[in-house]
């Protein structure tokens, strides 16, 4: 069936340090992809996303790139703040991207001064 | 604007009891969903309304589980003679629609501990 798969955590770094968290998915048909991120305390909050393949989704200095030929979605920074602590979900979704989606199990990110 | 809410925000129940968890989703926002988050887990899909449409019930884990929302507004998920593996945190999310928007906004979650 469809899922997600994403690096177990927890990414432990220093201010500044460059981020990759890996992420793979298997899906029938032509998914969109997502990645969600929950900081300390909050709710669920969509980072970026990618309808098609080689789309590239940013937001925060977060980037994503479609990637059909390896079926992934890896999410990069090139500089991480101690405020980008928190967890990482990695998701796909069908139709579109209006119905359920599918999540990975999470990355932990914790980043020290 | 308000975003969406849950209620209650915690809630511990003794193996056998029924419990409801409430969502109120954004106004406005037709499609509601809801997701269970066991602990070190990511997000598993149970159900999702959208405008009369029937729902999409296929992941609610067993019959125990249902589910209903009044209209474009609340939801309820009802858990019946809940067991110990039903604890978790529930999720509810709800998305604009009409203008293709993909983004489900996410509420803060119950979370249920069945003992």
């Not at chain 1, 992420?23 to 669920?44: I, K, R």
């Not at chain 1, 599918?102 to 980043?111: H, P, S, W, Y």
């Not at chain 2, 019959?63 to 009044?70: G, K, L, M, V």
Request: proline share 4%.
């Amino acid at each position: 069936g469809d899922s997600v798969t994403q690096m177990e955590g927890p990414v432990t770094l220093s201010e500044e340090a460059f981020l990759t968290i890996n992420c793979t998915y298997t899906a029938t048909g032509y998914p969109s992809l997502f990645w969600y991120v929950q900081y300390p305390g909050e709710g669920l909050q969509l980072l970026l996303k990618a309808t098609k393949a080689d789309d590239k989704g940013s937001n925060k200095g977060f980037e994503a790139t479609y990637r059909k030929e390896t079926t992934s979605f890896h999410l990069e920074k090139g500089s991480v703040q101690v405020s980008d602590s928190a967890v990482y979900f990695c998701a796909l979704s069908l139709s579109g991207g209006y119905n359920k989606l599918i999540f990975g199990a999470g990355t932990r990110l914790a980043v020290h001064p | 604007g308000a975003g969406v809410s849950q209620s209650p925000s915690n809630k511990v129940t003794e193996k056998g009891k029924d419990v409801e968890l409430r969502c109120d989703p954004i106004s406005g926002h037709t499609a509601l969903y809801w997701y269970r988050q066991r602990l070190g887990q990511g997000l598993e899909f149970l159900i999702y309304f959208q405008g009369n449409s029937a729902p999409d019930k296929s992941g609610l884990p067993s019959d125990r589980f249902s589910a209903e929302r009044t209209g474009e507004s609340v939801s309820t998920l009802t858990i019946q003679r809940t067991q110990q593996e039903d604890s978790a945190v529930y999720l509810c999310a709800s998305r604009r629609t009409g203008d293709g928007s993909y983004e489900q906004y996410f509420g803060p979650g119950t979370r249920l501990t069945v003992t």
